[in-house]
C-alpha cells in the first residue's frame, strides 16, 4: 500500500498505483492535475482525518476485492469525539468493489462539511454511496453537499432476503444535506430483499433533494 500523511501527493496521469491508499494525518491531498487521471488499484483508506482532498482518480477493485462484502472504494470513518471537517472528494470514478464505493460513518460524531461532486459510483455490489449513523435519534453528520453524482448498476446481493442492498445513495444520519444534480439508475437488480432504492435518506433532518434523477 501507499500511505500519505500532511501535503500533497501528485499522481501521474495515465499511470496505475498499486494500494491500498492510507491516509494518516489531517490536511492530505491526493490528486491527479485536470482533466487527466490516475488509477489507485485497492482503494482509499482514511480513518480518522479530516480536511483530506481527493480527486481526479478512477478507483478500482482487486480481483479479490469484488466479492469481499468488507472491501469499501473508499473507506471514511471517524471514531473522534468530535466531527471531522472539510473532506471534498472530486472528479472520481470508484468501480468494482464488493462492498460500497463510499463508505463513510463514525461514532460519536461523523463529518462536518463533507462535499462530494462530479463523482460516480458503479459496479460495487453493496452499493453506490452509504453515509451512514447509528439507529436512532442522532445526527451525526452535518452539511452534507452531493453536487453532479452518479450512481449505477450497483447491483445488491442475490442471496440475502433480510436486508435492502444494491442502493444508489443512501444517506442516514444527517443534519443539513443538499442533493444536486444527482443520477442514480440501474441499482439493485440482483437485490434478493427489500428495496432497493435508487436515492434514500432516511433519518435525515433539512434535507434538499433538488433537480435529482432516481430509476
Do not use: K
Amino acid at each position: 500500500g501507499i500511505y500519505q500523511g500532511a501535503g500533497v501527493l501528485e499522481l501521474e496521469p495515465g499511470r496505475t498505483y498499486e494500494g491500498p491508499i492510507y491516509i494518516t494525518d489531517h490536511g492530505a491531498t491526493v490528486r491527479c492535475p485536470a482533466p487527466d487521471r490516475a488509477t489507485v488499484v485497492g482503494g482509499i483508506v482514511a480513518h480518522g482525518v479530516g480536511n483530506l482532498t481527493l480527486s481526479g482518480l478512477d478507483i478500482v477493485a482487486r480481483g479479490d476485492q469484488q466479492f469481499d462484502l468488507s472491501a469499501q472504494g473508499m473507506s471514511l470513518w471517524n471514531g473522534s469525539p468530535n466531527a471531522l471537517r472539510g473532506v471534498r472528494l472530486e472528479d472520481l470514478t470508484v468501480s468494482g468493489f464488493g462492498g460500497y464505493g463510499l463508505y463513510a460513518s463514525g461514532l460519536p460524531l461523523g463529518y462536518c462539511d463533507l462535499t462530494i461532486e462530479r463523482c460516480r459510483f458503479t459496479a460495487n455490489q453493496l452499493g453506490g454511496v452509504l453515509i451512514s449513523g447509528p439507529v436512532g435519534e442522532e445526527y451525526i453528520h452535518e452539511d452534507l453537499h452531493l453536487i453532479d453524482v452518479e450512481a449505477d448498476h450497483n447491483p445488491g446481493l442475490p442471496d440475502d432476503e433480510y436486508h435492502g442492498t444494491g442502493p444508489g445513495l443512501e444517506l442516514h444520519g444527517v443534519r443539513r444535506g443538499h442533493l444536486y444534480r444527482c443520477r442514480a439508475h440501474n441499482n439493485g437488480g440482483r437485490n434478493a430483499g427489500w428495496g432497493s432504492f435508487g436515492i434514500w435518506a432516511w433519518q435525515c433532518m433539512h434535507l434538499l433533494i433538488e433537480e435529482c434523477q432516481s430509476y
